[in-house]
C-alpha cells in the first residue's frame, strides 16, 4: 500500500540554524500520527514544508504520492491544513466561513450547498449558522475550522497545534472529530506539545532541537524508557540532550 508521507534526510536550514535536521520517516493511509516536541523543536517548520508552503533546504519527501519539491500543487490539492489560529475568518459568518473554503477548495455550488447543511447539521450549530464566528465560542471554533479543514474530503489533513489554549473537555471531543475522520481513512498529522496527547496516537515521533529522537507506538515508547506516561519519555529525551550539549 502506497504511504501517506515518506520522508528521507529532510532538512532546512536558516541561514546558520538548523530547523530540522535530516529528519526520516513514514506515515501510514489512515494512520494518526503525532508529531511531538516542545516549542521551537521545528514541529511547525516540518509540517510546513510537507504542506508545501516552505521549500526545503534538502532532503526527499512525497505526501499523498506527490514530491513536495515539483509538485507542491498537486500535494496542496490533496490535504487539508488547520493552523494554530483555526484558519477562520472571524468577521464571516459561519455558513459564509463554509461557502469560502468549499469555493477555494474548488467544489461546486450544488457540494457546497449539500455539504454546508450537512456540516452544520453535525455539529449542531444550524441555529448559530449565520452568526459572525467571531461571537463563537473557542472549542466551537476549533471544531469548525477543522471539519472546513476536511470539506473537500482530503487524503491528509495537517493540523498544527490545533488544540492549544482549550480546556481538556473540549481537547477530547475534538480528538473524537479525528477518531472519525482515522475512521473513513483520512490520514491524520498532528503537532502538538501536549504529551497527553500523544496517547491518542496511532504512532508518535519525537523531536528535540530539530532532530528525531524517538519514533513508535505509544506504548513501546513508555516500555523502552521505561516511563508511565509520554512526559516522562519527554523528559529523559530532552535530559538526554542537555547532557549531549555540555
Known sequence: MEKAIV???????????????AITFEVERGEIFGFLGANGAGKTTAMRMLCGLL????????????????QTDRVKKNIGYMSQKFSLYEDLTVRENIRFYGGIYGLGRRQ???????????????????????????????????????????????????TGGVDPITRRQFWDLIYEAAHQQVTVFVTTHYMDEAEYCDRISMMVDGR??????????????????????FLQLARQQNISNQ
Not at 520522508?7 to 535536521?21: E, Q, Y
Not at 449558522?129 to 465560542?137: F, I, K, T
Open 7 to 21: 520522508t528521507k534526510d529532510l532538512t532546512k536550514r536558516f541561514g546558520d540554524f538548523i530547523a530540522t535536521d
Open 55 to 70: 521549500k526545503p533546504s534538502s532532503g526527499q519527501a512525497t505526501v499523498a504520492g506527490y514530491d513536495i519539491f515539483t
Open 112 to 162: 457546497i450547498k449539500l455539504k454546508t447543511e450537512q456540516l452544520l447539521e453535525k455539529l449542531q450549530i444550524t441555529r448559530e449558522a449565520d452568526q459572525l464566528v467571531s461571537s463563537l465560542p473557542l472549542g466551537w471554533k476549533q471544531k469548525l475550522a477543522f471539519s472546513i479543514a476536511i470539506l473537500h474530503d482530503p487524503s491528509i489533513v495537517f493540523l498544527d497545534e490545533p
Open 212 to 233: 528525531i529522537k524517538a519514533l513508535d507506538t505509544p506504548r513501546r515508547l513508555k516500555a523502552q524508557f521505561g516511563a508511565d506516561s509520554m512526559n516522562g519519555v
